[in-house]
T-cell receptor, first 109, second 115 residues
Framework: GQSLEQPSEVTAVEGAIVQINCTYQ??????LSWYQQHDGGAPTFLSY????GLEETGRFSSFLSRSDSYGYLLLQELQMKDSASYFC??????????FGTGTRLTVIP | GAVVSQHPSRVICKSGTSVKIECRSL??????MFWYRQFPKQSLMLMAT?????????EQGVEKDKFLINHASLTLSTLTVTSAHPEDSSFYIC???????????FGQGTRLTVV
């Protein structure tokens, strides 16, 4: 079967840095994506790692280690609007996207 | 990024009735569309994958006769929840991609409440 594990909740202070980890066990692996979802809204795409290493997009960075079946999302200079749920998702095939359990990030002043 | 529009955003229906949800790709042709269901504070669970002009592929445990999916054109897929019951109340989200190995974009979701 497929499984992706993330911490269920993380709290961090405005302006700080937070890392959300994701470990996965899937039958196929094309790459790891990260999505942000605010309450009541749809997921929005943040980043994608197809190869090992770090991808940086503004305040957000994402890392992948295929040998460790592990990745993380790094959020820098946290803002209150970053409070949301963050999902890692594994592309298990050309068309399949399997989502993790989600991490609820709360940014406090 | 590409725009995917989902309609309606909210719907309340009586138990036993059917509800149709539309998912449209507005500025690209979507060869593949996906339907997810999300219960409160839980992850997105893939229900089915639909390819234009062919039958949808349903995930294990999803009743194909209850959740009818039609993908009649490259810009429109519909999900019909037939004979809805309160346990079908959930957040339904579609996503669409232009081709294999391209990123998928999500619609804004439909909050279904069955009373």
């Amino acid at each position: 079967g497929q499984s992706l594990e993330q911490p269920s909740e993380v709290t961090a202070v405005e302006g700080a840095i937070v890392q959300i980890n994701c470990t996965y066990q899937t039958s196929g692996f094309y790459g790891l994506s990260w999505y942000q979802q605010h309450d009541g809204g749809a997921p929005t795409f943040l980043s994608y790692n197809g190869l090992d290493g770090l991808e940086e997009t503004g305040r957000f960075s994402s890392f992948l280690s295929r040998s460790d079946s592990y990745g993380y999302l790094l959020l820098q200079e946290l803002q209150m609007k970053d409070s949301a749920s963050y999902f890692c998702a594994v592309r298990t095939g050309a068309n399949n996207l399997f989502f993790g359990t989600g991490t609820r990030l709360t940014v406090i002043p | 990024g590409a725009v995917v529009s989902q309609h309606p955003s909210r719907v309340i229906c009586k138990s036993g009735t059917s509800v149709k949800i539309e998912c449209r790709s507005l500025d690209f042709q979507a060869t593949t569309m996906f339907w997810y269901r999300q219960f409160p504070k839980q992850s997105l669970m893939l229900m089915a994958t639909s390819n234009e002009g062919s039958k949808a592929t349903y995930e294990q445990g999803v009743e194909k006769d209850k959740f009818l999916i039609n993908h009649a054109s490259l810009t429109l897929s519909t999900l019909t929840v037939t004979s809805a019951h309160p346990e079908d109340s959930s957040f339904y989200i579609c996503s669409a991609r232009q081709g294999a190995n391209t990123e998928a974009f999500f619609g804004q979701g439909t909050r279904l409440t069955v009373v």
